[in-house]
């Protein structure tokens, strides 16, 4: 009976370490609480209930369901706008102002990329008798981010002015959700792949957008578009071909850290897209980031609840107070980073908080090989100059074609897409 039970604890113990099996119990967390709210949702919409409905709870309902259903500019109008104030004030103000951003942004997500890596491939508690053990529930560090990311933002729209809010609440939680998920996928997976390899495929991700934008949507592009994908994919075999194998095995390349890069990408990318068509509604990015965190935090913790994960993670924060001081130290890191984000796209436009997180990670992989003894071969090397060149010839070329096309003359035909 007793040898039965260990192999039977075993089993389960070996199940609950299989990605596969975890993300379906993520999945099955978050099914429980969006499938009633989608019934919810329906069953006030049957009943016309914006016009028949009265009492106390007719704001809060209206809010979730209906919204005002008022649809204003898209928010690059609106950082035009300010980036056009923000030009009246003097060069030396503005070159303080990048460098803030640029600090800001490089402390920031620097400092989180080497937490999470520290995190999910190290253990806690190691001594000369005990090899330690590692933490294992990458949807506790998703719930840690973003109950402060939601704290952060709550805070910030309460004390500056916004826009009166119009999208209805229920509309973020597809953004909620696909954004837990894709940040699952990255945290989980650091436990197949190394850091360096993560942060190459995250910055290869424009060649899955092209490929379905050319698939899905008839989508055409440049020649230098395509030019630079391809650079971009053979600076990431090079990488991957010629990189030496890791000492340590938890980091070893596999399959199950391509798949689930794969998901990151899939689930980011919705994520993007989503929120895109959502700032067709007046809203700002604050309250953007504010309302998909009220989602975040509801299915993850809900999540977390119905596993009973919530109590054993608390315990593992109990036992080893470095996990405790790392785990909030990343979530400050990730909340104020997207602070840092916002301000930066709306002062200075999207090419230059590009070309500032494009410099990122190049950091962010000369950091990790510094700190956690990585090992890149000279094509490796080689590979990883050959994708952020090919980043920076994409943001050049692409600043280059606004500018030739603000300057073209009425009627002349633009260069011929493919």
């Not at 019934?39 to 704001?59: D, S, V």
């Not at 796209?345 to 700190?371: H, P, Y």
């Not at 994409?394 to 493919?418: F, I, T």
Request: aromatic share 14%; charged share 15%; proline share 3%.
């Amino acid at each position: 009976m007793a040898a039965s039970e260990v192999v039977s604890a075993s089993l389960q113990d070996s199940w609950g370490d299989f990605w596969l099996f975890r993300f379906f119990l993520n999945a099955a967390g978050y099914a429980s609480i969006m499938v009633p709210g989608f019934l919810l949702i329906q069953y006030f919409k049957r009943k016309n209930y914006l016009e028949t409905g009265r009492g106390i709870c007719f704001p809060v309902i209206k809010s979730c369901v209906f919204g005002s259903e008022a649809k204003s500019v898209h928010p690059d109008d609106v950082s035009l706008a300010a980036r056009n104030e923000t030009m009246e004030s003097s060069t030396a103000q503005q070159v303080l102002k990048l460098l803030f951003c640029a600090a800001g942004l490089q402390a920031s997500y620097l400092t989180w990329g080497v937490l999470q890596e520290r995190v999910m491939t190290r253990t806690y508690g190691a001594t000369e008798t005990d090899p330690g053990e590692k933490f294992k529930d990458s949807q506790f560090l998703v719930f840690m981010n973003r109950i402060l990311a939601f704290t952060v933002a709550g805070l910030y729209c309460a004390l500056t002015k916004q826009p009166r809010h119009g999208a209805p609440m229920y509309k973020y939680s597809f953004a909620s959700l696909s954004n837990i998920l894709s940040s699952w996928c990255q945290y989980e997976a650091l436990k197949y792949i190394s850091f360096p390899t993560q942060v190459l495929a995250k910055a290869s991700k424009v060649i899955p957008v092209m490929l379905m934008g050319k698939l899905v949507s008839r989508k055409s592009y440049e020649y230098w578009e395509y030019l630079t994908a391809v650079l971009i994919s053979v600076g990431v075999s090079m990488f991957l071909l010629s990189s030496a194998p890791d000492k340590h095995l938890s980091t070893v390349t596999t399959f199950s850290g391509v798949v689930l890069l794969a998901g990151y990408i899939v689930f980011d990318s919705f994520t993007s897209n989503w929120q895109d068509a959502l700032f067709t509604y007046k809203m700002s990015p604050v309250q953007m980031m504010f309302g998909v965190n009220v989602f975040s935090c509801l299915f993850t913790m809900g999540s977390l609840l119905e596993q009973g994960a919530l109590l054993e993670s608390a315990r593992f924060m109990a036992r080893h107070s470095e996990f405790a001081a790392h785990a909030v130290l990343l979530s400050i890191c990730s909340a104020f980073g997207q602070l840092f984000i916002f301000y930066t796209i709306n002062q200075f436009g999207a090419a230059v908080f590009t070309i500032i997180m494009t410099l990122r990670q190049a950091f962010a992989i000369l950091l990790s090989c510094l700190i956690y003894g990585h090992a890149i071969t000279v094509v490796g090397g080689l590979g990883v100059a050959v994708v952020f060149m090919a980043l920076f010839l994409r943001v050049y070329a692409r600043s280059r074609m606004k500018r030739c096309s603000k300057k073209l003359p009425a009627g002349e035909v633009p260069v011929q897409k493919v």
